[in-house]
């Protein structure tokens, strides 16, 4: 694109635009740039200069064209920040900043940039859209030409591209370029699966072709008799959402029913309910496949009705319903919000709003909020790629707020949605005014009340209760307190204990000799580091009592009979003489369980179920991993413990019941703990002595039956 062709795209959406600024930032660049090349052999000034080009197409403003020409001339250049605040203004400079550290990020150690910088990143992003909409043009462009860069980089900027750009893209509601930038990098990260999916829908056109060419003019003669003016137009999905779609709901190619839609474009917003009336009436639509995106627009303002209709020939067609502004907003999200008001040229907020009634800059804030209250590291990224990935569903509160959640969301979710405070309060839950366990999943229509208690007392498996990020981060905020005065309490316990075994006292003595010594600096410290088992109480103690060194008892008997038990049990290719080996507390395996060892440093072979949750640390080293398998022995003694997890509800002699039918059904309760505790419901943990697997499971199907018990399962994590 030439300047001047560059100063008239402009123009002609912006009359106000300052000709003069763009052409001297058009000019800077090239100067700045000068001899610089790509990898593909361009001058690297046509890369800024494009950058641009794609941000006209959107309609931006005359600040975000010219930081588009500038953003790499600070990162690849002499230009200092201050130069570009001189010759083009504060503004600019701060937008040229922003997308300059963005680009600083990319360039260091990626396990660094996917948690620490990945926090950065969205802070930065948050405070001005248009460096997201610099980088996302910038990445669209880089991603336009990477087949020219070495071949050993293009996985990492692809898988870059699907796991952070795209899904931002997505979350301001700019479909447009999220959906190129997903195709370009599956292209490189499976080019097999693209292919085989582009062979699939040539054939699939092959075959409907002409069935297909004619719904659309269906579809119009059907509406046009009604005296709806619609214009109606044809899609096809692209082979990335396919894939997707194959992938999370495990189907084969051939039952998916959108691969082709119609889109189907009304003047007005009443119009689009009568259209949907009409096109009901001409063809059966398919139950469970009707949403309503107007009446609840998506957090990105995205607006329209969705319905699937068994068209000509029997081919289930979605189609989608919505005006020229609704998908306008659709396509462009944020930056179809870019107007000419009041004597100036920028983002319209008042329209904005107007179209969807909600923030679309709302999914960046949740966030940022996330990593205010989260621990930051690899969970921050886990939590911001499910605030960036999962699908939606609204609920409602009993006064008719709407909140939106990813699918999937549970009442803590909601809870902390609402506000922090109703989450750090709750205590139960009411769904269209019925009470339900807090584990319960929210449907869309869902009205939800919390019931907020005075006190909050965390259970540490609240974590698996919540989907979104705020959630989790806030109930890790509150475990991590509890946790540490838990093992501060546990550590001191077993420092009395082993020097009580010894015939002393730890009021007889002072702590500085172990503090010196180990270099911590609080008591509290220490106990904490005692009961977390990174100091033993052991050493502690003939540290306070060097008397006492080498005379105090130790477990090794113990655990020698233990490892000895374990192995009349278990038998396979990691059993190496001398290795410790035990049973994992995480999953109890049973014999009729498949099971698997894992060997780690310090701890000798775990033994795990294969659906442990546990498992999912160990994922990416195939060294620890050992196959094994049960012994005779193991299949005829009576071992072993399972430990199941019951959700009953709250009434008189319901527990009665519960251990009556263990009981009945031949199980041997060893230990039982009672928790989350409520008006409605409460749940209890069980370990139950039971002769394997296939036993568990009968004891289980046996409480299913009573009409108390809400849920029953093996605890697996």
């Known amino acids: 694109m030439r300047q001047f062709e560059l100063v008239e795209a402009v123009r002609a959406y912006d009359p106000t635009a300052d000709e003069g600024l763009i052409n001297r930032a058009y000019v800077y660049a090239m100067k700045m740039h000068g001899s610089q090349l790509r990898a593909s052999g361009d001058p690297y000034f046509a890369h800024p200069i494009q950058v641009a080009g794609i941000l006209t197409d959107y309609r931006l403003d005359t600040a975000t064209i010219v930081t588009a020409l500038l953003h790499d001339v600070v990162e690849d250049t002499t230009a200092t920040r201050d130069d570009i605040a001189e010759m083009f203004g504060e503004e600019i400079a701060v937008l040229v900043e922003g997308v300059t550290k963005l680009s600083r990020l990319e360039l260091q150690a990626e396990h660094t940039r996917q948690a620490e910088n990945l926090r950065k990143f969205i802070l930065a992003i948050s405070r001005d859209v248009r460096v997201l909409l610099v980088k996302l043009a910038d990445r669209l462009h880089n991603m336009r030409t990477l087949h020219f860069v070495k071949i050993e980089k293009r996985e990492r900027i692809s898988r870059e591209t699907l796991e952070v750009y795209a899904p931002l893209g997505r979350s301001i509601g700019i479909h447009s370029i999220a959906s190129e930038l997903e195709e370009l990098a599956f292209e490189h990260l499976n080019p097999t699966a693209r292919t085989a999916i582009q062979r699939r829908l040539e054939a699939l056109k ?57 889109r189907v474009i009304v003047p007005f917003e009443d119009d689009c309910y009568r259209a949907l009336g009409v096109l009901h009436r001409a063809w059966p639509m398919v139950p469970e496949r009707f949403k309503d995106f107007i009446s609840t627009p998506k957090s990105n303002n995205y607006r329209s009705l969705h319905t699937t209709v068994i068209g000509p020939g029997g081919l289930r067609i979605e189609m989608q319903i919505r005006t020229e502004t609704m998908d306008r907003v659709a396509e462009d999200g944020v930056a179809a919000h870019w107007a000419y008001k009041n004597q100036s040229y920028g983002l319209d907020t008042e329209a904005m709003r107007a179209d969807g009634g909600r923030d679309p800059l709302q999914n960046l804030r949740h966030l940022v909020q996330v990593i205010e209250h989260g621990e930051g590291g690899e969970d921050w990224v886990e939590h911001a790629k499910l605030e960036m990935y999962l699908e939606q569903v609204f609920v409602f509160t009993p006064k008719g707020r709407l909140i939106t959640l990813p699918r999937g969301g549970m009442p803590l979710d909601f809870a902390y949605a609402v506000h922090t405070e109703v989450g750090d309060t709750a205590v139960g839950v009411k769904i269209n005014g019925e009470l339900k366990p807090m584990r319960t999943v929210l449907q869309n229509g869902d009205v939800v009340e919390v019931i907020r208690g005075a006190k909050r007392e965390t259970p540490s498996d609240w974590r698996s209760l919540t989907v979104t990020g705020r959630a989790r981060s806030a109930i890790r905020r509150h475990l991590r307190g509890a946790e540490r005065d838990e093992f501060i309490r546990l550590g001191r316990g077993s420092l009395e204990q082993t020097v009580v075994k010894a015939g002393k006292s730890l009021d007889d003595v002072s702590l500085t000799p172990v503090l010196e010594t180990l270099a911590i600096e609080t008591s509290a410290e220490l106990f904490e580091a005692v009961g977390r088992g990174r100091v033993s109480p052991v050493k502690a103690a003939e540290i306070l009592f060097p008397s006492l060194k080498g005379k105090i008892a130790s477990v090794a008997n113990r655990k020698k009979i233990q490892d000895a038990r374990a192995r009349l049990f278990v038998r396979g290719g990691g059993l190496t003489p001398g290795v410790s080996i035990h049973f994992g507390q995480c999953c109890s395996p049973l014999p009729g369980d498949r099971i698997v060892g894992i060997l780690e440093p310090d701890k000798g072979l775990t033994v795990h179920t294969i659906d442990c ?20 022995q193991a299949e005829k003694a009576a071992l072993g413990v399972a430990r199941l997890r019951a959700t009953v509800k709250n009434g008189v002699g319901v527990l009665g019941q519960v251990t009556t039918t263990i009981g009945e059904a031949g199980g041997n309760i060893r230990n039982l703990t009672l928790s989350h505790r409520a008006e409605d419901f409460f749940d209890l943990n069980f370990d139950v002595e039971v002769e394997d697997a296939r036993h568990a499971t009968s004891i289980m199907a046996a409480l299913r039956a009573n009409p108390s018990v809400e849920s029953v399962e093996r605890a697996k994590g």
């Open 613 to 632: 949750q546990r498992l999912a640390d160990f994922a990416d080293d195939d060294s620890v991993w050992q196959d094994l398998q049960w012994t005779p």
């Open 206 to 262: 092959l075959e409907h072709g002409h069935a297909i060419d004619g719904v659309a003019k269906e579809i119009e003669r059907a509406l046009d008799e009604a005296g709806i003016d619609a214009r109606v137009f044809g899609r096809q999905k692209t082979p990335y959402s396919i894939w997707r779609k194959l992938q999370r709901k495990t189907v084969g190619f051939s039952s998916l029913s959108d691969i082709y839609g119609f």
